[in-house]
C-alpha cells in the first residue's frame, strides 16, 4: 500500500537531549512537510522540502532541522534548542496539484 | 497578520441544519485551497479541493472569492458524524502549504 510511514508513534526525552523522528514515503511525490500541531491548535509549518537536497523554513524552524538525501525519506530532528518540544507532529507529502497526504504523526512528550 | 485565518469556532449546531466556514488568506497570488476535516488526535484527511468555479461533493460545497480572499465550506443537512475540526489551507507559492488554526463543528442530536 501507498502511504506515509512515521515513526516512532510515541516518544518520550527529556530535556536537553535531541531527538529524530523518521517520515518514509513510497508515493513517488517530490513534495514533503513537517507540521506540528498542539492541544486544540491548528497545524504549524516547520520545514518543507520541494525536491531531493533542497528543503525551505516554515513558519517555526527555530529548534529544529531537516534532511532530504532521498527522495522517499524527509527525517526531522528536535533539537535542544527547541523550547517547547512537546506536541504531535505530522508528516506529509504532496501531489503536483497540492494535495497533501499525512502519516499518523508522532507524539512526543518531554519530561 | 496571519497568513490564513479561520473562526476557531466552536460552531454548535443541531443535526439537519447548514452550516458555513470562511477561511480568509493573505497572499492574493494564491494558487491552490483546500479543505481537510481532522478528527480527534488524527491526522488531517482532505475533504475537498477548492476551485474557482466552486465545487460540489454531496452535502459539502466549497467556494472562493479571490477579490475577498477567502475560502469557504458550506455543509448542508448536517449529520453527527460530521463533528470535526475543519481546516482549511492554502498554497502561499512555492508550494508552501499553510494551514488555518481549525474551525470546530459539533452537531448534537
Known amino acids: 500500500d501507498g502511504g506515509i510511514t512515521q515513526s516512532p508513534k510515541y516518544l518520550f526525552r527529556k530535556e536537553g537531549q535531541n531527538v529524530t523522528l523518521s517520515c518514509e514515503q513510497n508515493?513517488?511525490?517530490?513534495?514533503m512537510y513537517w507540521y506540528r500541531q498542539d492541544p486544540g491548535q491548528g497545524l504549524r509549518l516547520i520545514y518543507y522540502?520541494?525536491?531531493?537536497?533542497?528543503?525551505q523554513k516554515g513558519d517555526i524552524a527555530e529548534g529544529y532541522s531537516v534532511s532530504r538525501e532521498k527522495k522517499e525519506s524527509f527525517p526531522l530532528t528536535v533539537t535542544s534548542a527547541q523550547k517547547n518540544p512537546t506536541a504531535f507532529y505530522l508528516c506529509?507529502?504532496?501531489?503536483?496539484?497540492?494535495?497533501?497526504?499525512f502519516g499518523e504523526g508522532s507524539r512526543l512528550t518531554v519530561l | 497578520r496571519k497568513e490564513v485565518e479561520q473562526d476557531p469556532g466552536p460552531f454548535n449546531v443541531p443535526e439537519g441544519a447548514t452550516v458555513a466556514f470562511n477561511c480568509t488568506y493573505s497572499?492574493?497570488?494564491?494558487?491552490?485551497f483546500f479543505w481537510y476535516r481532522q478528527d480527534c488526535r488524527k491526522e488531517p484527511k482532505l475533504l475537498m479541493s477548492?476551485?474557482?468555479s466552486g465545487n460540489e461533493d454531496g452535502r459539502f460545497t466549497a467556494q472562493l472569492n479571490r477579490a475577498s480572499q477567502y475560502i469557504s465550506l458550506l455543509i448542508r443537512d448536517s449529520k453527527l458524524s460530521d463533528s470535526a475540526t475543519y481546516l482549511c489551507?492554502?498554497?502561499?507559492?512555492?508550494?508552501?502549504?499553510?494551514f488555518g488554526a481549525g474551525t470546530i463543528l459539533r452537531v448534537k442530536s
Open positions: 506529509a507529502s504532496s501531489t503536483q496539484g497540492g494535495e497533501l497526504f
Open positions: 508515493l513517488n511525490h517530490d513534495a
Open positions: 522540502s520541494q525536491i531531493v537536497n533542497d528543503f
Open positions: 497572499n492574493s497570488a494564491s494558487q491552490s
Open positions: 477548492v476551485y474557482s
Open positions: 489551507v492554502v498554497n502561499m507559492g512555492g508550494n508552501k502549504l499553510v
